[in-house]
């Protein structure tokens, strides 16, 4: 079972190497750690500047019921100094399969530890039976409020959450359910799908971005795809036989699998790629395979099949109960869709996990946003369309700052000189750091996006 992952890891770290995995008599840390109930140290390792650990953490399936069905959550420590800030990462998906040590923006600004949390439901860190109606904003939120006050009584400084993506969206949410749990927040392409069903924000981003005749030859793009898929869908049904993939489970056919990746094709563009990658982009009287493997760069075959969306099933089933999701007209398009309703979260999930969109979470978030929260700081990309729908910070010591020409990508040091400094100092201020702090870039400890990768 899942709940026992970090019993049997810890075992045979254990056996393979003593001195690593074993407590030492003079470590006041991991004294403290080891004391906290429900808390395992799975790894450790350390540097001169830094020690870093692989934690597992005991939550409650269904925080309304503390003491019933339970699962182990996992997360990181980067340790610095007890008494240097927190920055609390939500990356929103699951943390990698071998957690190395990295750092987020806000900790390398801020000379922080770092605590990354894997969220609720991605694989390892899901319930086993797992109720998916548990998967919910505040249920995650309420993983993240009794980490804080676990670690707590470790760590005297300030602390800072942070995210991008999902994971923005997951800090503003935990901010939202537990106000006091961190001095700040700062979140990265952070989308606010406040209503739903209005999402004009969308058709007018991809009317706007970027040089005209780029738009123009990206529409052409999908437009003939969309022509040639007798002759594009069978190279993709060559490739999953190939591969392994299936497509039963959620999409249901090759041909679904193929209109999905087209329609996306534009929007992951923008997402990953820039003005720059304009020229690389077909025109109409590219070969068949130059067509097909110029989308497989972009937006990949593989994403859309049974194998490449059961990792994302999660962030799927939030989005379509909770989250919501965009929904472009591709007004381009009409009269070469075959299925006018494909995409929606739902398409990408099996059966089972389906789910009826509640749209009361974030009316209330939004809500929250724009009137009472404080210290807030928004990061958004000119040319990322998930920024099309942003959240909109209170005047109370909140903040919205876009990067020119950036993509989901965006962050502080992509700004503006004078904005990149207005943020820096702004954090900087919550989190009790003098303003003239160099950031701490230590050699071997890579700067962590936050992102999750398209292709694998």
């Known amino acids: 079972m899942r709940t026992r992952w970090a019993a049997l890891l810890t075992a045979v770290l254990m056996a ?37 650990f692989v934690l597992a953490y005991r939550q409650p399936a269904d925080h309304r019921h503390p003491h019933g069905q339970s699962y182990t959550q996992r997360l990181t420590l980067l340790h610095r100094s007890v ?18 040590p990295s750092q987020t923006e806000p900790t390398a600004l801020l000379g922080a530890n770092q605590v990354s949390v894997e969220h609720r439901f991605f694989t390892p860190s899901r319930p086993d039976p797992a109720d998916w109606s548990d998967l919910t904003i505040w249920q995650e939120a309420s993983d993240e409020h009794r980490i804080v006050q676990a670690l707590r009584g470790i760590y005297t400084g300030r602390w800072i959450q942070t995210g991008a993506s999902k994971g923005g969206m997951t800090s503003v949410y935990h901010r939202r359910f537990y106000p006091s749990d961190v001095d700040g927040v700062v979140a990265y392409v952070a989308p606010d799908d406040a209503v739903n069903p209005l999402d004009g924000a969308y058709d007018r981003f991809f009317a706007t971005v970027g040089p005209a005749d780029c738009r123009a030859t990206l529409d052409d793009v999908q437009r003939e795809a969309l022509r040639r ?6 190279l993709l049904t060559a490739d999953a036989a190939a ?35 304009c020229p690389q982009v077909p025109a109409t009287t590219a070969t068949d395979r130059e067509l097909y493997d110029w989308i497989d760069a972009v937006a990949g075959w593989s994403f859309y099949t049974d194998q490449g969306l059961e990792r994302y ?24 869709r075959r299925y006018p309703g494909l995409y929606v979260p739902n398409s990408s999930l099996p059966a089972e996990l389906r789910g009826v969109h509640n749209p009361l979470p974030m009316l209330d978030v ?22 099309a729908e ?26 503006a000189p004078a904005d990149a400094a207005a943020a820096t100092a702004t954090v900087r201020r919550w989190a009790g750091v003098p303003a003239a702090a160099a950031p701490q870039r230590f050699a071997g400890l890579p700067l962590d996006d936050m992102l999750e990768p398209r292709h694998r």
């Open 16 to 52: 393979i190497s003593p001195a690593s995995a074993a407590r030492a008599d003079d470590d006041p840390l991991l004294d403290r750690l080891t004391a906290v109930p429900g808390l395992t140290v799975v790894s450790q390792s350390a540097t001169d500047a830094y020690r870093f």
């Open 83 to 100: 008494d240097a800030p927190v920055v609390l990462a939500t990356g929103g998906y699951a943390l990698p399969a071998d957690p190395r």
């Open 229 to 234: 898929r007798d002759r594009l869908v069978p």
């Open 243 to 277: 591969q392994g993939w299936t497509f039963t489970r959620t999409l249901g056919t090759a041909d679904r699998s193929f209109e999905m990746t087209v329609l996306d094709t534009v929007w992951a563009f923008w997402q990953y790629q820039s003005v720059a990658n």
């Open 313 to 336: 099933w999660p962030y799927y089933r939030q989005a379509a109960t909770q989250l919501g999701w965009p929904s472009p007209r591709f007004e381009h398009l009409r009269g070469l």
């Open 366 to 387: 939004d809500l929250w946003v724009r009137t009472v929260s404080q210290r807030m700081l928004f990061i958004y990309g000119e040319n990322d369309p998930w920024g």
């Open 390 to 415: 942003r959240f909109t910070p209170s005047r109370r010591d909140s903040f919205l700052y876009v990067a020119p020409g950036s993509n989901h990508g965006a962050n502080i040091s992509r700004l």
